[in-house]
């Protein structure tokens, strides 16, 4: 048996593709569920009900929805171009920090502030990954390694500030930054519950990011750049520039999810803040197969089954950690099944 | 100032870099003979983790610590296999495989181990390895607590560190993993199999990987608790590039880290007013230095990252 490459590949397969992925990450998991002594249809029943199954819980899968909308599509733009940002946590934090620093004394009318402290947020995220994106164009450092450590190194630079020069003096000793003055808080979107516009934010850069990368010459360039760096830098793309590019806009995506997690539901910053957003969005973006319209239905079904499962662990003692096995799954799944929308089995 | 240079002095420090060293000895060797074979292995970070776990979880449950450490191993070259299915027959990315390995294993740790030990106030203990003093030798002053009475782990993979540099450099076996990270269409001239070498070569450096988690939760310490591992495998990628894809110097990469790793901690004692979060930093700040200084000259296998499929170019 050997691989072919399919001559035309029809966008129902492409579809097919990522749900047929979750439902085999789904049987997988079942086998675990069914050693904690538990049926697994049961417990996949009380996920849904925990995710879905009222109007409050529904909010707040989507309140979990947005971070990872923004997460995901910043490591959906950073693949794309064959640049691998696995730095999303780290930009997160940075994001997350700089607005809860700036907009703790920001003295600027709320709508507009709440504007500035989004681009200072994206800055923020921006800059952190121009680092390891410089250090490869400049050193060919390999970005994975130094993304990766830069996430540990920003957890230690959010603890030492949330300690020491923005510590919460209000917050009785619990580690925590100021917060935001609540004139920039995001207003709820659904009255009585931790919803907030943040999820508008998200959708709507998700729909910019769309625009930019299938009607803009720099969304060009980074396919190119993504699909043979060398042709594309046969064509006249200049690949550093275009590069640095992406980092940015990636960077600044991830940056935009601490800002908005900040002004949306935390208010302040500790360094547990965040389940794992940046991480996650990478199987965002590859259950996305990396379009952004996909990033906000996978990010949907990431949060559905983080939200679910801790529902579900109240409900029948699985451990909540089977949300994280599921999550890792579907990319594992997904990463094969994107194989045979390319390729198929020949004998 | 001059306390920070009597620390240099203290034996304790010298003992605890070889302690520090060796899951990283152990990380760094399996990720250099993946990549030697010429397939990048992002899953250490969560291979290390289920070494961890399920090397605690057979002593918890009645085994003995040599038994742990063999089923660690196991277990991480199970989840090397994964990783090598996926990316050597099927040809997928290295990068996301590698990554969807390290959030399963990690994940399917913490949840076995939540499933299977109950967990109250403090995590549940076990009796680790203990100092092995080796008769005689470890009598010598200074040298022999330094070197020789540290637990049979660290023993066992310093002697793993002159095994690999000897299969690698010195047997035909060594000389075909080196092949198919350089050019397997020449390994498959010479009618090896160049996806059999790798996937092998996957699984037995996971399993070293595994048995570095292992270290953590049978040596190092004797509990096991999420996120334990803290990034010791990323540094271990950062270090096979230090290293030049070699395991002398992979040996001299680790050491040399353990030795900062070890002194900052002391020094945090030493030094006051500088917030403790700097010098916890340290480590993974050295590592991007490391990655910068030699990056410029490193010689990265060949086929580093290219899959393998016969007839194809």
Redesign the interface.
């Known amino acids: 048996m050997r691989?072919e490459r399919r001559e035309n590949v029809p966008l129902s397969t492409v579809a097919m593709a990522p749900l047929a992925a979750i439902l085999a990450a789904l049987v997988l998991a079942a086998g675990?569920i069914g050693?904690?002594g538990v049926n697994p249809l049961t417990a996949y029943g009380e996920m849904l009900r925990g995710a879905l199954g009222s109007r409050l819980s529904i909010t707040e899968m989507l309140t979990r929805a947005t971070p990872l909308i923004l997460t995901g599509l910043a490591a959906a733009v950073a693949?794309r171009a064959r640049l691998?940002n696995?730095g999303g946590e780290g930009q997160f934090y940075v994001g997350a920090l700089t607005t809860a620093w700036i907009g703790h004394s920001l003295a600027l009318p709320g709508p507009i502030g709440m504007a500035v402290l989004m681009v200072c947020g994206m800055a923020a995220g921006a800059l952190l990954l121009a680092g390891p994106a410089f250090?490869r164009l400049r050193?060919?450092?390999?970005e994975?390694?130094?993304t990766?450590?830069?996430?540990?190194?920003v957890i230690?630079?959010v603890?030492?500030m949330i300690?020491?020069p923005l510590r919460d003096p209000l917050a009785f000793g619990w580690p925590q930054s100021v917060p935001v003055d609540g004139a920039y808080r995001l207003p709820d979107l659904v009255p009585r519950t931790r919803l907030h516009i943040g999820l508008l934010v998200a959708i709507a850069a998700a729909g910019v990011i769309w625009l930019v990368l299938t009607r803009t010459v720099f969304g060009v360039e980074t396919r190119a750049a993504g699909l043979n760096a060398r042709a594309a830098a046969f064509a006249g793309i200049s690949l550093p520039k275009t590069i640095m590019g992406v980092a940015l806009v990636s960077g600044a995506l991830a940056g935009l999810a601490g800002a908005v997690e900040v002004m949306g539901v935390t208010g302040g910053v500790t360094t547990t803040m965040s389940p794992g957003f940046g991480?996650a969005g990478?199987?965002v973006a590859?259950l996305a197969a990396l379009h952004p319209a996909g990033v906000v239905a996978a990010a949907i079904f990431v949060a559905t089954v983080f939200v679910g499962a801790d529902a579900m662990s109240r409900a029948t003692g699985v451990?909540s950690?089977?949300a994280?096995?599921i999550?890792?799954?579907s990319?594992?799944t997904m990463?094969?099944a994107l194989?045979f929308t390319t390729y198929r089995l020949r004998r | 100032m001059i306390e920070a240079l009597e620390l240099l002095t203290n034996t304790s420090l010298w003992a605890a870099v070889l302690r520090i060293a060796t899951p990283l000895i152990f990380g760094v060797l399996g990720a250099l003979l993946c990549e030697r074979a010429g397939v990048l292995n992002?899953g250490i970070e969560g291979i290390m983790t289920m070494g961890a776990m399920a090397g605690w979880l057979t002593v918890y449950l009645g085994g003995d610590l040599w038994m742990g450490l063999a089923i660690a191993a196991a277990s991480g070259g199970l989840m090397g296999f994964?990783h090598a299915g996926?990316t050597v027959p099927?040809?997928?990315?290295q990068?996301?495989?590698g990554?969807?390995?390290t959030?399963?294993a990690?994940?399917?740790s913490?949840?076995l181990y939540?499933?299977i030990v109950e967990v109250g106030e403090t995590p549940p203990t076990i009796i680790p390895f203990r100092p092995l003093d080796i008769p005689v030798l470890s009598d010598i002053p200074v040298l022999g607590p330094i070197l020789f009475s540290q637990t049979a782990p660290t023993y066992l993979a310093l002697i793993s560190v002159a095994v690999l540099a000897y299969v690698l450099t010195r047997t035909p076996l060594g000389l075909a993993i080196r092949m198919t990270g350089e050019n397997p269409h020449a390994v498959e001239a010479q009618g090896l199999n160049p996806n059999v070498l790798r996937i092998g070569a996957i699984v037995a450096g996971s399993a070293l990987m595994g048995l570095g988690g292992a270290f953590l939760t049978t040596a190092a310490f004797n509990s096991f608790f999420p996120e334990m591992v803290?990034?010791r495998g990323?540094?271990c990628?950062?270090l096979v590039?230090f290293a030049s894809w070699r395991p002398g110097k992979a040996l001299i990469g680790a050491l040399l880290f353990a030795f900062f790793d070890a002194y900052q901690l002391r020094l945090q004692n030493v030094i006051d007013g500088v917030?403790y979060?700097?010098f916890?930093?340290a480590p993974?700040?050295l590592?991007?230095v490391a990655?910068?200084l030699v990056?410029?000259r490193?010689e990265v296998p060949e086929a580093l990252m290219t899959p393998y499929?016969r007839g194809e170019r």
């Open positions: 691989l675990l050693a904690a693949f691998w696995i250090l050193f060919g450092v390999d994975v390694v130094t990766l450590l830069l996430n540990f190194i230690l630079f603890g030492l300690e020491g991480y990478i199987v590859m451990p950690f089977i994280d096995v999550v890792a799954l990319l594992l990463l094969v194989l | 992002l994964l996926l099927l040809g997928l990315s990068h996301v495989s990554l969807g390995i959030l399963f990690s994940a399917l913490y949840y939540r499933l803290q990034g990323w540094i990628i950062a590039v917030p979060q700097l916890l930093m993974y700040v590592s991007i990655l910068i990056a410029r490193a499929r």
